[in-house]
């Protein structure tokens, strides 16, 4: 009787979750963030695209579908204050399932256009939430040292989600097309495709991910919730440094923000204006294929250098690797290589910078501003603003270019890199003693 006592587990014992290996959970969690995301910003358009609506009508509806990714630091501190954000994740993939799968039903509509539109909506408020949970759940049960191993897988993983919803899906498209002759029938497949696959990722989720520990109780009225929310901004900004961390997050990324628009560009132009011309297959060769390749292994090897050497001995190397690649436009842009081969292996050779430089952005998001009490909701702040440095110079790029031609601008990214490295030099970073006091 007594050892059948000793041989049976405690109800504490059975409720010790067991923290399965990133392996399981980290690619899949960050493939789920990547995938709707591009559903909603860059598959959407398309699929109108095939539809009959207009040009003006998909840039200015699919455009504003971005706004969810902007203002997710308004309610990042509601997922500190409710459940765990494990509990966020799984709720959000299966919510999204729902409207995705209501995005292919809607499709025969007569008036399918407000209604997928809703639904798109609808995912991009949830996936934006994911987004905000799922970066919490990596920040909150990995250590440094984990983050920094893993934060290329993450960006690879996502990518692939990129890849399938993009590139794979879209031309599935095109396969059912052939064999139905309706843009309806064909684009009701892949969005009822993309509602599964979140289904799937629920599923397995519910399996793999691990429990982060809830921050504190919940709220129990309307005015503690807004004095939580409140003391989240107040925190945020008593962080020491954070003035210039903030400069930092703003500023590390300028020169890509100015070279994200106009590269792809300057490969389709004409040469008779300067560019390469390129075919819309060939750069998506390039960009989608090698370019993606190189990226991903950049962020591997950019993960796995800052990992064995610390950000803090790390962040300038990483700054250089992305920064000093944008030059290969200038010899693009001078030169004019009419080889597929060149240009593919030029860009790819920008892009594996890209990707090896990037990971330093976001490290230093999760290990210098995340730490705290907040720590999901300050990551969401901090990568707000990242998307606000990139997009400004990005809205501005394109008049840039114009005024000076191809040739002087990418000179004139090469100038407008000149404040990442400045800031990278300057960025503040907390002592093991300090963090470990934010953190406690």
């Not at 969810?68 to 299966?94: C, D, G, I, N, Q």
């Not at 920094?148 to 897988?153: A, F, N, Q, R």
């Not at 899906?169 to 064999?179: A, C, E, H, I």
């Not at 952005?361 to 909701?377: N, S, V």
Request: proline letters at 5%; glycine letters at 8%; charged letters at 15%.
């Amino acid at each position: 009787m007594s050892e059948e006592i000793k041989s049976t587990p405690s109800e504490h014992e059975r409720a010790v979750p067991v923290k399965k290996h990133p392996a399981w959970w980290v690619p899949s969690l960050y493939f789920g963030e990547g995938l709707p995301m591009i559903t909603v910003s860059v598959v959407a358009a398309l699929m109108y695209k095939n539809l009959g609506v207009s040009n003006s009508a998909i840039a200015f509806h699919t455009g504003l579908l971005y706004l969810p990714w902007s203002l997710k630091p308004l309610w990042a501190p509601f997922t500190e204050m409710f459940k765990t954000k494990r509990h966020w994740v799984l709720a959000m993939e299966f919510m999204m399932a729902v409207t995705l799968g209501c995005v292919a039903l809607a499709l025969p509509l007569p008036s399918f256009m407000p209604i997928t539109l809703a639904f798109f909506w609808l995912t991009g408020f949830l996936s934006s939430t994911q987004d905000i949970t799922a970066d919490g759940v990596y920040i909150s049960v990995m250590s440094n040292e984990e983050q920094s191993k893993w934060v290329g897988i993450q960006g690879i993983f996502w990518n692939m989600g990129r890849i399938l919803a993009s590139g794979v899906l879209v031309t599935f498209t095109q396969v059912l097309y052939k064999s139905t002759q309706s843009w309806v029938t064909s684009w009701m497949v892949v969005m009822g495709i993309l509602a599964a696959i979140m289904a799937l990722l629920g599923l397995w989720h519910i399996r793999v991910l691990p429990q982060d520990p809830q921050v504190g109780k919940p709220p129990e009225s309307f005015k503690e919730a807004m004095s939580s929310f409140g003391d989240t901004l107040v925190t945020f900004f008593k962080k020491k440094d954070i003035w210039m961390m903030i400069a930092f997050v703003l500023l590390y990324r300028s020169g890509e923000g100015f070279l994200e628009k106009i590269g792809p560009l300057f490969m389709l132009d004409q040469a008779r204006v300067g560019g390469l011309g390129l075919t819309n297959d060939a750069l998506g060769n390039i960009n989608g294929i090698f370019g993606t390749i190189g990226f991903m292994v950049g962020a591997l090897l950019g993960g796995a250098y800052a990992a064995k050497k610390g950000l803090h001995n790390t962040l300038f190397i990483l700054c250089l690797a992305l920064n000093i690649p944008n030059a290969t436009y200038i010899y693009l842009s001078h030169a004019r290589p009419d080889t597929f081969a060149e240009i593919a292996t030029l860009v790819t050779l920008e892009k594996l910078g890209y990707g090896f430089g990037s990971v330093g952005h976001m490290l230093y998001m999760m290990q210098q501003i995340a730490p705290g009490k907040y720590k999901t909701a300050h990551y969401a702040f901090a990568t707000s603003l990242m998307g606000f440095g990139l997009m400004v110079p990005s809205a501005l790029s394109g008049w840039v270019q114009e005024e000076i031609g191809y040739q002087n601008f990418f000179i004139f990214v090469m100038v407008a890199i000149i404040p990442s490295f400045l800031a990278s030099w300057f960025a503040p970073f907390r002592s093991t003693d300090e963090t470990q006091e934010v953190i406690s």
